[in-house]
């Protein structure tokens, strides 16, 4: 439902623009700022949510942090020399995602509660006509910045449907629901689950965590950032983009490991065990939570805190598998019945197969989700053959799990805006990437992922597809990608003028 703020603003919004950009979260910000820089107004941004911020909005659970450092995780245009810790907590993201939004003036070009029901090329006008539930909109270009962390996907558990206490899934936290001597359960143990175990063990009766999978873990070197340091910062900007840059070579080392040679992850493996070793003295619980598969064929978590937290007294760790959940109670494949309160979802998002994808249909009717049956594909990661003048950020292939997302974002921003420039300068009221180029890159791809970490580290991710294809992850350094999507590729596309002729 719209509030009367968003009723206003869609009411306001012109309803013809050059652009319109789906989502405002790090991509679809970055992307209206770039373009509100230059001088290129004509925008507007589709957000279903009643405020900005995207994936730093919605998962405001508690304990909710990012696992990248601030100084790295943010716009690179933006430094924000005020962060209070070296890592920081949602709610200084989403602060952070709020004042630049109006510092560049966003806000204005928002309208909220406007979800995007339906997206289709219109050949004839050569406009995307885009549906929403704040009405109807016209684009000539459509910027996807929906995100790859944005749908949870709910696991098919027999009877959770039948449970009578509280469903929550880490991304729909209720926060006015207290677990205080609560029994909780926690399904999953991601990146959100052991962020959110630590954070409410203390408060409530018991905590039981459903592990299927046990993540690999290494210390959290999270400090808070001295006043000097922020004086220094807005002092010397420099030194924050010296650290800022030191940050991103030192991450970007991890790809050696990832991608090129494996061994080189062992070290970080060495970490994770002690850590382990350190933190939980149990020689039963330590193997339970001892992964089987390569260090990074997952994301490679940090946390000081869950491992203490579940080791807890009140807290167990449940291995047995979850058999059904019961009006009052889990149980699991070993016949033993646990009464519980609340149910905490952290079973992650639709990350291989996108809800927006079944939204768009490009040149000949059929769905993004369609052409994707067989995988994601994408030329750069950014455009799709037969959906002219569609721009995917967040798109096939960029996603990272040892570095910023944010300079992936930026890069592909960059390349959506060389896009726009070129067809500005060209007259060109259509441009659409070729097969050719998609099955190029597809290939790229395809060798660049042989051999990694992801593919022959022997666990199951979301970052393969059903197939077992990496179709999520950028295979390489991510200075690589940066340098192929500085630029548009101009002969990869086809463009139609305004007139009428392919060129
Ligand atoms: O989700 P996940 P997440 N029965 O998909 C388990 C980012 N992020 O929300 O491993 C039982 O990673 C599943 O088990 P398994 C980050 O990119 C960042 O935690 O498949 N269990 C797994 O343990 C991250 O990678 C930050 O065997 C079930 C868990 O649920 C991404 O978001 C913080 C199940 C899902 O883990 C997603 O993380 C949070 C079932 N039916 C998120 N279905 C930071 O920056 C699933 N599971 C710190």
Known sequence: TLDTRSDAAAA??????????????????????????RGEDDLVLLERADDVGGTWRDNHYPGAACDVQSNLYSFSFAPNPDWPRSYSEQPEIQAYLQATADRYGVRDRCVFGAEVTAARWDDAARQWVVSTTAGEFRATVLVSAAGALADPT?????????????????????????????????????????QIVPAVQPQVESLAVYQRTPPWIVPRTDHPVKPWVQRLYRRVPGFQKLVRALLYGVREFLVVGLVKR?????????????????????????????????????????????YPAVTAPNAELVTAGIAEVRPHSIVTRDGLERPTDTIVLATGFHVTDLPIAERIAGRDGRTLADVWAGGMVSNRSTTVAGFPNLFLLVGPNVGVGHTSMVYMIESQVAYVDDALRTMAAEGLAVLETTPEAQQGYRDHIAARSAGTVWLAGGCASWYLDRSGHNTTLWPDFTFRFRRMTRRLDRENYVGTPAGDREV
């Open 12 to 37: 306001a919004a012109p309803r013809t623009v050059r652009v319109a950009v789906i989502g405002t979260g790090f991509a679809g910000l970055g992307m209206a700022i770039a373009l509100l820089r």
């Open 154 to 194: 709910y696991p098919d558990i027999p009877g959770l449907d039948s449970f009578a206490g509280t469903v929550m899934h880490s991304a729909r936290w209720d926060a006015g629901h207290d677990l205080t001597g609560e029994r909780v359960a926690v399904i999953g143990t991601g990146a959100s689950a052991i």
């Open 262 to 306: 494996r061994i080189f992850l062992r070290p970080v493996g060495r970490v994770a065990r002690a850590h382990l070793a350190r933190q939980v003295r149990d020689p039963r619980l330590r193997a339970a939570l001892t992964p089987d598969y390569t260090i990074g064929c997952k994301r490679i978590l940090i946390s000081n805190d869950y």
